[in-house]
């Protein structure tokens, strides 16, 4: 009766002590909860950030997604299948909030989740109910497991279809029954297809369980059938998941392979260079394990009390030796695997943690449960908890924390005066996607090592020939570049001086928007940092219309069909907020040139002056002449349609006018639209909101 009353007593306070823990991981995760600032590894935040945006932007929920980052194809760097950017998308649409909340929204109910299947686990490895929290709350109270239940990274859906996966083997291999085998297929081949290496790590518990049957059957009477249904059930239990990453893998590799650069993303790549999973000689690295003890350091805690606590769990407990044996190589050999991956990138933990953890969980269980040591068992966990804790306070809370919604002001400038399906250059922060996504725009991020690659470089930008690219910009060190600088201008018709300037970067925009550009960051009051060199002068004469590709089409004729094809606007090329919507600039002299479908019957043209030109006080406009054109090679042109606009003096003329005009085209014809001043141009300030001919 002695010894059931302190049991009774540590279950209660076990219970009490995870109920605390939960509710405060819960606190802890969710602080500034609606930052737009992603920490922690915020090159690969942004990476699926900056899918699921497109995912969205698109309404493309194919298997082959968009990562714009590396330029074209924009279908290149397809590292997993996108069931978490899936899963974000829907949510946020749902209801109705940012994206990066309905991301920390799943991926802390994944979490949540994943607390179950693991409370299922612990269950097959003989620990009572009750103590099977004592893993959960260090697991709860974990750095890695507070900071990243919150990113926008697929990591903890990956550890619920892990968990859930094991769950279903281990069910499986015990009952041989169907069900355990949809949910063992099921879990797996979410786990595979999200990110394949942490599925690597579950796989080795599943093999020890699959090897320990097969030797306990080969030592039972009936050792041969016993031994081909467990070798059935074990090959069963990974053949779906298995076979779909093989297909997934037979998909995406060719399509990576024949990128620019892409290329370094195929299996065979990131199994040698990202993972080091071909490299013998990382495994054996002094450098490499110092490295990894200072990611113990960030993501757990100090590499000096983690080796301690095994080594006490060890002397202490040899009862819970071969469970804390066991759960820990599973930690260890992690890194083993995937070397490079667990060195440089401590979210990488969060596959292979709570292993350790429930190795520390056990040793708890077995000092708790000694009369003589459970002193030591209160006294270790209050330590873990408090180092845990502390170095979730040092290392992340700070960065959490953070009072930004992440990217600089000259992103924020990008984002808000380039159009909006227009393309940027990034050159300085290797394939990262932080510029790509704080500037919601497709991107050619050049690698590092590339940057000097003539031939390289001129095929990346030969194919971005039918793009709109908006932008270069250079980061720090790479401001010097030449060979970069003058093929980007030669070949999207970049100002060859800075549009402006931050203390991070150079910017040179496209001419069409070097004054829209500027014009605005003056109006922000250059959002802080911003710096934009002097007035320069124009150049003389007059360019001449302006060739438009189908990108440029696409960033600012969207509203014109078929796309134009020429331009020239003496005010320059842009749209405005009026009346609600954006229109186009047409102050004369605006000209636009479109090829006439053959089958075409009529021409609709939308279009207006802006109200103040009529009802400003003094000087007012005195009307603009809009008129259509047929351009015939060698035949001149045909007068189509022509309207004086004269608002002060004809009322009718005032707000937005639609035209219908029949028309009939001639073979071959251009159709030439014009806006001319009819006296002066003073005030003038027409516009033009849609133009269809069909």
């Not at 899963?87 to 991301?103: C, G, M, N, T, Y």
């Not at 074990?234 to 399509?255: C, K």
């Not at 306070?393 to 953070?402: I, T």
């Not at 800075?498 to 960051?521: E, K, N």
């Amino acid at each position: 009766m002695s010894d059931r009353k302190p049991a009774d007593s540590a279950a209660k306070i076990i219970m009490v002590l995870f109920g605390c823990a939960l509710l405060g991981h819960f606190w802890l995760a969710t602080r500034n909860w609606s930052s737009g600032f992603m920490p922690g590894h915020e090159f690969r935040q942004t990476q699926t950030a900056l899918i699921s945006h497109f995912i969205d932007r698109e309404d493309d929920f194919s298997l082959l997604y968009e990562t714009p980052i590396v330029g074209k194809p924009w279908v290149s760097i397809l590292l997993e299948v996108p069931l978490y950017e899936w899963s974000v998308v829907l949510l946020s649409r749902a209801a109705d909030i940012p994206q990066v909340e309905a991301a920390r929204s799943i991926t802390l109910a994944c979490f949540y989740l994943t607390l179950p299947a693991l409370w299922l686990l612990l269950g097959r490895l003989g620990l009572p109910p009750d103590r099977r929290l004592l893993p959960l709350i260090l697991i709860l109270l974990c750095p890695v497991y507070i900071f990243y239940s919150r990113a926008f990274l697929m990591e903890s859906m990956e550890l619920m279809c892990c968990a859930w996966f094991l769950v279903g083997f281990v069910g499986m291999m015990d009952h041989r029954r169907w069900p355990w085998f949809v949910l063992t297929a099921a879990a797996g081949a979410g786990a595979a297809l999200i990110k394949s290496a942490t599925f690597a790590v579950w796989l080795l518990p599943a093999a020890a369980y699959g090897a320990w049957q097969l030797w306990r059957d080969l030592r039972s009477s009936d050792r041969w059938r016993a031994s081909a249904q467990t070798v059935f059930w074990g090959f069963a239990g990974v053949v779906v998941p298995l076979g779909l990453l093989r297909l997934w893998i037979m998909l995406t590799d060719p399509i990576k392979a024949a990128h620019a650069s892409a290329w370094i993303f195929t299996s065979g790549n990131l199994s040698l260079g990202n993972w080091g999973l071909d490299d013998l000689a990382a495994r054996f690295s002094g450098s490499v394990w110092r490295t990894l003890m200072d990611r113990w350091r960030e993501a757990l805690m100090p590499a000096w009390l983690l080796l301690a606590v095994l080594g006490v769990a060890w002397a202490a407990v040899p009862r819970e030796r071969r469970r804390i044996a066991g759960l820990a190589s599973v930690f260890f050999l992690a890194q083993l695997l995937f070397p490079y991956a667990y060195a440089y990138q401590e979210y990488y933990f969060y596959a292979c943690a709570v292993f350790l953890l429930a190795g520390f969980g056990c040793a708890l269980h077995g000092l708790i449960d000694s009369p003589r040591l459970r002193w030591l068992g209160w006294s270790l966990m209050g330590v873990l908890a408090i180092a845990q804790l502390h170095t979730y306070w040092r290392e992340y809370r700070p960065q959490q924390l953070a009072p930004t919604d992440g990217g600089f002001s000259y992103t924020l400038t990008l984002r808000d005066f380039t159009p909006r399906d227009s393309v940027i250059i990034g050159l300085g922060a290797d394939w990262a996607a932080i510029l790509p996504y704080y500037t919601e725009r497709r991107a050619l991020m050049i690698r590092n090592g590339l940057e000097h690659d003539r031939a390289y470089l001129e095929r990346a930008f030969r194919e971005l020939w039918d793009e709109d690219v908006s932008a270069l910009v250079l980061l720090e060190g790479h401001r010097g570049n030449t060979l970069v600088r003058e093929l980007a201008v030669a070949a999207f018709d970049l100002d060859p001086t800075p549009t402006f300037s931050h203390p991070r970067a150079d910017v040179y925009c496209r001419r069409l928007y070097v004054d829209q550009v500027r014009r605005g960051l003056s109006d922000r009051g250059n959002y802080g940092d911003i710096q934009v060199p002097g007035e320069q002068e124009p150049p003389p004469g007059d360019a001449g219309p302006t060739l438009i590709n189908s990108g440029l089409a696409r960033s600012l004729f969207h509203w014109v069909s078929p796309a134009p094809i020429r331009g020239h606007f003496s005010f320059g090329m842009g749209a405005m907020p009026y009346d609600g919507e954006m229109v186009f600039n047409a102050h004369p002299d605006s000209d636009l040139w479109l090829r006439a479908p053959a089958q075409a019957a009529r021409i609709e043209w939308v279009f207006g002056m802006i109200s103040s030109a009529w009802e400003k006080a003094g000087d007012k406009s005195d009307g603009v002449e809009m008129r259509i054109a047929g351009v015939l090679a060698g035949r001149g042109e045909r007068e189509i349609y022509r309207r004086r606009l004269d608002p002060v003096a004809n009322p009718a003329d005032r707000g937005r006018q639609h035209e219908v005009i029949p028309y009939h085209p001639e073979p071959g014809e251009i159709l030439h639209f014009s806006s001319r001043p009819v006296n002066s141009r003073a005030y003038d300030w027409a516009y033009w909101a849609r133009i269809e001919v069909r």
